[in-house]
């Protein structure tokens, strides 16, 4: 899942498979999104429960802040453990890729956001994607099935996780879900089509918990 980070691997499996120490200690040392107990804890506790492994697969956010702020270059001064937890370098990025290319086009300018660069921060995305992809096929064994759960952005459009994922292995399968809200949830809008092979429609008015 993103929600957890590739260094927050060794407490995940301490904590839920071994048990070598208690969900609270787990709880105190991890870096947990604010949702994550009705949202997120649930499916791990499932995977626990079932014995099914569960992965971070997602870069640790200081890395991800290091590109946004001082650009891709700024990985290769990572020791070798820091880079252990990083899709290989170099990573090849392609801001004309779908989702790379709208977010540098959506960027706002001016402001208090002069001294942002929108590339920058499209490349921390998409370090974070190849990151995703790669510990997901690092952990995909044979004729087995990966659940990987994510924010709806990094697969929409058959962009971000997926293209990596097809990038370091053009054989691969991939199937995606993405989740839509919509105040008529009878018949998909135009901008939603084609968006993935799955379209969960919800309407406006539900509560989210983020």
Same mark, same amino acid.
Not at 8 to 11: C, D, T
Not at 144 to 171: D, M, P, Q, R, T
């Given at each position: $899942? ?5 260094d927050?691997?060794?407490?995940l499996?301490? @904590?839920?498979?071994?048990?070598f ?16 107990? %009705?949202?997120?804890? %649930?499916i791990? +506790? ?5 014995? &099914?492994?569960?992965? *971070?697969?997602? /870069?640790?956010?200081?890395? $991800?802040?290091?590109? #946004?702020k001082l ?7 990572l020791? %070798? =453990? @820091?880079? #252990?937890? =990083? $899709?290989?370098?170099?990573i090849?990025i392609?801001?004309? +890729?779908i $989702?790379?290319?709208n977010?540098?086009h959506?960027? %706002? ?12 921060i499209a490349? *921390?995305?998409a370090?974070?994607? @190849?990151?995703? *992809?790669?510990? =997901?096929?690092?952990?995909?064994s044979k004729g087995?099935?990966?659940? !990987?759960?994510?924010? +709806?952005? !990094?697969?929409?459009?058959? #962009? ?12 691969i399968?991939v199937?995606? =879900?993405? /989740? ?10 135009? +901008?939603?089509?084609?968006r993935a092979?799955? &379209? /969960?429609? /919800?309407p ?7």
């Open positions: $899942a993103e929600m957890w980070e590739t927050n691997q060794l407490l499996d301490e @904590a839920f498979i071994n048990k120490y208690d969900q609270k200690m787990y709880l105190e040392s991890s870096k947990l999104w604010p949702n994550n107990d %009705p949202d997120y804890l %649930p791990l +506790e499932f995977c626990t429960q079932n014995n &099914i492994h569960f992965y *971070a697969t997602n /870069i640790p956010r200081r890395y $991800a802040r290091m590109v #946004s650009g891709i270059e700024s990985l290769d001064q020791s %070798p =453990i @820091a880079k #252990s937890y =990083i $899709a290989p370098l170099p090849a392609d801001l004309n +890729e $989702a790379y290319k977010m540098v959506d960027m %706002p300018s001016g402001g208090g956001m002069k001294s942002v660069n929108p590339e920058n490349k *921390a995305q370090v974070k994607d @190849a990151t995703m *992809a790669y510990f =997901i096929l690092k952990n995909l087995e099935l990966f659940f !990987h759960f994510n924010g +709806e952005f !990094h697969s929409a459009n058959y #962009s971000g996780i997926v293209y990596y994922l097809k990038l370091y292995n053009k054989n399968s199937k995606t =879900i993405s /989740i839509v809200q919509q105040k008529d949830i009878m018949k998909l809008d135009p +901008e939603n089509l084609n092979d799955y &379209i /969960i429609v /919800i406006e008015s539900m509560s989210t918990t983020y």
